[in-house]
């Protein structure tokens, strides 16, 4: 028994407390958003790599073997990007909801955005991808189609550099997770 050591708990109750209604909710949709935007670059990452391998297979104007292929995967993916899309503007919906019913109510629904803030935020984060989405549909619809080596180098960056997304908008997704304490 002389190497007995006994553990010692903190009085002190945990910090983090269980929320419910509309916190929870916009906890939730913040982890939602989150979650789709991590999906998207996964499937963002899959179809540059299935470009790049459109681009080097076209070197003139026929269509080679495996091109078609090619491009029913990059299809794939850029569906995977409408479907997240849609999931974005599902949560706008919901936010809406939750915003509309704090109508009225005094004080700040987390530690410091007005509820509004939470609309606003997904909002943007929609708008962006949805605009993103609709170059990505525009890149697939071309990129079989052009075997200049200017025409393969535009539909590469244009995919990479996601032009849409502003910088800025990892921002706000991030203040939108501290705000609801998943930072």
């Known amino acids: 028994m002389a190497n007995f050591l006994p553990t010692i708990t903190s009085p002190k109750p945990s ?7 509309n916190p929870r909710i916009l906890k939730d949709l913040a982890a ?13 990452l899959h179809g540059m790599s299935l470009l790049k391998s459109i681009t080097e297979l076209k070197v ?17 993916d850029v569906d995977q990007m409408d479907r997240i ?17 704090q109508e009225g109510k005094k004080g700040k629904i987390f530690i410091t955005w007005p509820s509004e803030y939470f609309n606003e935020a997904t909002e943007k984060i929609y ?11 525009k890149i697939l619809e071309n990129v079989a ?10 539909h590469l960056s244009m995919w990479a550099h996601q032009s849409m997304i502003p910088y800025k908008l990892g921002m706000t997704l991030q203040s939108f997770l501290a705000e609801t304490g998943h930072r």
């Open 127 to 137: 708008e962006a991808y949805k605009n993103e989405a609709m170059i990505k549909r």
């Open 32 to 44: 939602d958003v989150y979650n789709f935007i991590q999906k998207w670059n996964t499937v963002h």
């Open 60 to 76: 003139d104007s026929s269509y080679p073997r495996g091109l078609q292929e090619l491009c029913d995967e990059l299809e794939k």
């Open 15 to 21: 910090t983090q407390i269980n929320l419910t209604g």
């Open 85 to 101: 899309v849609n999931m974005l503007k599902s949560v706008v919906s919901r936010t809406n909801a939750v915003v509309s019913l």
């Open 145 to 154: 189609h052009f075997h200049q080596e200017s025409m393969k180098m535009l």
